[in-house]
């Protein structure tokens, strides 16, 4: 077993490499003893199963379950849809846990699982207690669990139709669900309110035929904002491979990065909830911070990651939280988990009642010079080490923050942040700056310093 597929908030790995039919038993055995209920009695834990569309899934859906099965769980098999579908059935099943079979945005090759214990992400300490308890050996439970078949997929949909108040509007949309599973969810949810709907790749398909199921990655984007442009439409939508990340596009086929898109989501909250937490994460812009705060909110700035992100909220009591990766977390009227499909319908709402373009409303945030994510590859081995080190020497540079890898803000408001990717060989960068020259100044001196670094890492594992 390679540890490294326990990573901060999930579990994960090439499908076929990394997470064998043993392994994955194993993991059904641990989580069936991890997430016994506290009311005792002798009964196993009530577990939620959901997967997503990819082409491992059933393989490792079956393999899970029997582990979970001899560990003594009952498994309600809730089918096949987006990671807040699982969510939604946790709660509205009142499970002692959940999986989510996923491999979110990564490629189709990989795959995975998200947890949860009761209502609350599982993620950190548990993932590697989890991680302990799977190499310590053979886990059964005192009696056999069972499996029961709980469709979800239309309650979901339900929920989400109540949820929103978008009734006769007038509003075109296109619709990217990248082949992913959010799909026919999204666009039986969406039709239900009479929206004129121009849908793209809403079919399930895990081979992922038409573009890869990202919509962070701008090249994805790309049929969205010429099917906008073509289409005449008020707004296109995409979605990741599970439906947990939104990707925007306004009506002039320009991508609405999800700092903005928090800041538009803080402005209509603070209206009818004057003075609430919301949370941003490190990558996101400080024009979006100060926003918040100009418009009377409390802003907090916290570390990426969905599992992170929703235990800060709970601390902090805040009632919404987002990341530019388009993880948007609704407390305010929701459950407080990521959705994307209820984050569209927020957006659209938003739209519907302003009956103003989505760039007419986002006109007055200011808007600086700033890069997207910058994802440089480096090995899961050593890529914590290397920002370890950049952190270091970024020391000095200006008012450094190391809440989530490094962030350092210089004397005149530019910034650069330096981040390990928690769900890949990746290290993430971002920059902003008060003009282009300065950009482009500040992000070469800081990818050359991470260059370097690496290159020094790098050499002294080949020796």
């Not at 039919?21 to 069936?32: F, M, P, Q, S, T």
């Not at 997503?52 to 490792?60: A, I, K, Q, Y």
């Not at 939604?88 to 189709?108: E, K, W, Y």
């Not at 239900?192 to 849908?199: A, I, Q």
Request: with cysteine; aromatic share 6%; charged share 25%.
């Amino acid at each position: 077993m390679s540890r490294q597929v326990f990573r901060e908030y999930d579990i994960r790995g090439v499908a076929d490499r990394d997470l064998t039919d043993e392994l994955v038993n194993a993991i059904g055995r641990g989580l069936a003893r991890m997430l016994r209920p506290a009311r005792g009695g002798g009964s196993g834990p009530r577990i939620a199963v959901a997967r997503d569309c990819r082409l491992s899934g059933p393989r490792l859906f079956e393999a899970l379950l029997h582990g979970l099965v001899v560990g003594g769980a009952d498994v309600m098999d809730v089918g096949v849809g987006p990671t807040p579908m699982l969510y939604f059935s946790v709660h509205q099943l009142d499970a002692d846990g959940g999986v989510m079979i996923t491999g979110s945005h990564n490629p189709g090759e990989d795959n995975g699982f998200k947890i949860m214990r009761g209502k609350a992400s599982f993620f950190g300490d548990d993932l590697q207690a989890l991680a302990s308890l799977v190499e310590s050996g053979p886990l059964i439970g005192d009696a056999r669990g069972s499996i029961q078949t709980v469709p979800m997929l239309d309650a979901y949909v339900e929920r989400l139709r109540t949820a929103v108040q978008l009734n006769d509007v007038e509003l075109k949309v296109v619709v990217d669900a990248g082949n992913g599973s959010a799909g026919p969810a999204g666009v039986k949810a969406l039709r239900s309110f009479g929206l004129s709907l121009v849908p793209l790749f809403c079919t399930m398909d895990g081979t992922f035929p038409n573009h890869h199921p990202d919509p962070t990655v701008p090249e994805n984007l790309e049929t969205l904002i010429e099917t906008v442009k073509r289409e005449k439409a008020d707004v296109g939508i995409a979605w990741d491979g599970d439906g947990d990340r939104l990707g925007v596009v306004d009506s002039d086929g320009e991508i609405v990065w999800g700092d903005r898109l928090l800041a538009l989501f803080a402005r209509d909250l603070l209206r009818a909830r004057p003075g609430s937490t919301v949370i941003g994460e490190v990558k996101c812009s400080q024009a979006m911070f100060d926003d918040i705060a100009r418009h009377g909110g409390r802003p907090i700035m916290w570390k990426t990651g969905h599992s992170l992100i929703k235990a800060k909220m709970k601390i902090e009591q805040a009632l919404l939280a987002g990341e530019m990766s388009g993880h948007f977390f609704f407390a305010d009227r929701y459950y407080g988990y990521d959705d994307a499909i209820y984050a569209a319908l927020r957006l659209l709402e938003i739209l519907a009642r302003e009956r103003r373009s989505l760039g007419e409303l986002l006109s007055d945030l200011p808007r600086g010079h700033a890069t997207p994510e910058i994802r440089v590859s480096c090995p899961d081995a050593f890529k914590f080490q290397v920002v370890d080190r950049v952190r270091d020497a970024m020391r000095g540079m200006g008012e450094l923050s190391d809440i989530d890898g490094a962030r350092v803000r210089f004397s005149d408001g530019a910034w650069a942040l330096v981040r390990a990717s928690n769900t890949g060989p990746v290290i993430v960068l971002r920059f902003e700056a008060p003009s282009e020259s300065r950009l482009r100044e500040i992000r070469g001196q800081i990818e050359t310093l991470l260059e370097k670094t690496r290159a020094e890492l790098e050499g002294g594992a080949e020796r």
